[in-house]
């Protein structure tokens, strides 16, 4: 058999095998080791694992690489990430220390309206600009594919320039884009006291407009996403929302019970929503209706840490009932300015009480099922993506018990060494 790459001699090799689907409850724990682990890649896609002892006696290689005594796996994958905007906050930073809450600084026109402003005067290439060092940073970290939504523009062209942003960004640099629509973000200013007004733009202009662009290019459509939430939108403007995008073909997600449980968790479980994202403050019996779903759960845990908050998403709750739960950086301007998906790792274990291994799991093949990438990204298995990472490390565990250093040591997307 020949091969382009051969990488043999891993300490470990993570496979995070799951072929029926997202890992749930006690299978998350699985990571599918090979000790003194190999894989052989050929035109970008895996075309076979196994241990160095099997590859070599089988495989020929143009290249190869020695990975002894170092951890391999696959590239992390972002599944929530607010990736293009315009300008900082690091001065609502300064006044959450000094006591404003997150909805004080959004209600007197802070927060997501303050990146608003800014990113509609940027233009697609500032926005590309101030976006592609958070991609290198992402990718040096090991992310090899990410989401990335639109929401800071709140009109249907500023919305659209955005997700004409996330398109030019995908082919200017290797992480890998999945577009979501997050038009439903916040209300906007200019319709301040009009919510409902607003959420009619979204449903008659902006989703048939994104809708539109997509299908001219022959492309499947973006997800659509939600704030449900007090300050944002409410659990039936959000209903309405999802229920017209649903209706013209847009898969769904929705951001819920990030502050106060609206009932966006029961919301997204009643219309298949692929993920429900933040669930910080989820009511019980609604994380065992999410965990009898298919909806995945995605928990941001890098955003209570950025807001000092104490409450992190009931992952073991989650994980024991068996459900999928998967990680995310929430990269945003305001709560969650962080790239590393090693970090987010360090904190789900540290405050929501994952295993190591659930925590890796949930941050590569549960992630992907979270964006519908599962079945090409976020496990080393023959006939998938090439997208593995080389970590520094003598072994899984310590991923998450380190901190503060990046491990990542080689990035390799669709068989290419990329960093």
């Known amino acids: 058999m020949h091969a382009d790459l051969l990488i043999h001699s891993a300490a470990q090799l993570l496979t995070l095998a799951s072929p029926a689907g997202p890992k749930r409850g006690a299978a998350m724990q699985d990571l599918g080791i090979i000790e003194d682990g190999a894989v052989a890649v050929a035109e970008g896609e895996i075309i076979a694992v196994g241990t160095t002892a099997e590859l070599r006696a089988t495989v020929q290689a143009r290249r190869e690489i020695d990975a002894a005594g170092r951890v391999v796996m696959p590239g992390f ?45 940027a233009s697609e290439e500032e926005l590309a600009a101030q976006a592609m060092p958070r991609l290198r940073r992402m990718l040096a ?3 090899t594919t990410a989401e990335a939504k639109s929401g800071y ?42 919510a409902d007004a607003y959420v009619e733009l979204v449903i008659e202009e902006m989703l048939p407009a994104v809708a539109a662009y997509y299908r001219e290019q022959g492309r499947s459509l973006p997800f659509c996403d939600v704030f449900c939430e007090d300050g944002a939108f409410s659990l039936e403007q959000s209903r309405r929302i999802l229920e017209a995008a649903r209706g013209m073909g847009f898969p769904l997600k929705i951001h819920v019970d990030e502050f106060q449980p609206l009932g966006g968790t029961r919301l997204a479980v009643e219309l298949g929503a692929v993920s429900a994202d933040h669930l910080v ?31 992190y998403t009931p992952a073991r709750a989650i994980i024991d009932q068996g459900g999928a739960l998967a990680l995310a950086t929430d990269l945003n301007p305001g709560t969650c300015y962080c790239e590393s998906m090693p970090f987010m790792l360090a904190l789900a274990c540290r405050y929501m009480k994952l295993w190591p291994a659930e925590a890796i799991s949930a941050a590569t093949i549960n992630a992907a099922h979270a964006i519908r990438m599962g079945h090409r990204v976020g ?39 990329v960093v």
Do not use: W
Request: net charge neutral.
């Open 281 to 311: 403050c989820t009511p019980a019996e609604e994380i065992a209706l999410l965990a009898r779903s298919n909806t995945i759960a995605v928990s941001l845990p890098g955003t209570p840490f950025g807001l000092a908050h104490p409450a």
């Open 379 to 417: 496990s080393i298995e023959k006939g998938k993506q090439a997208d593995i990472i080389i970590l520094d490390l003598p072994n899984y565990r310590h991923l998450p018990y380190r901190f503060g250093t990046n491990p990542v040591q080689m990035v390799i997307k669709r068989g290419q060494v």
């Open 77 to 121: 994958v972002d599944p929530h990430t607010h990736l293009v905007f315009a300008g900082s906050r690091e001065d609502e930073f300064e006044l959450r220390l000094k006591g404003a809450t997150y909805m004080e600084i959004m209600a007197a026109g802070g927060g997501i309206m303050n990146t608003v402003h800014r990113t509609r005067a």
């Open 153 to 194: 523009g709140l009109t249907t062209a500023d919305e659209l320039k955005m997700l004409r942003v996330v398109d030019r960004l995908a082919g200017q640099q290797p992480v890998e884009l999945v577009p979501t629509f997050l038009g439903a973000h916040a209300v906007p200013a200019e319709y301040a006291g009009r």
């Open 141 to 143: 970290h090991g992310t």
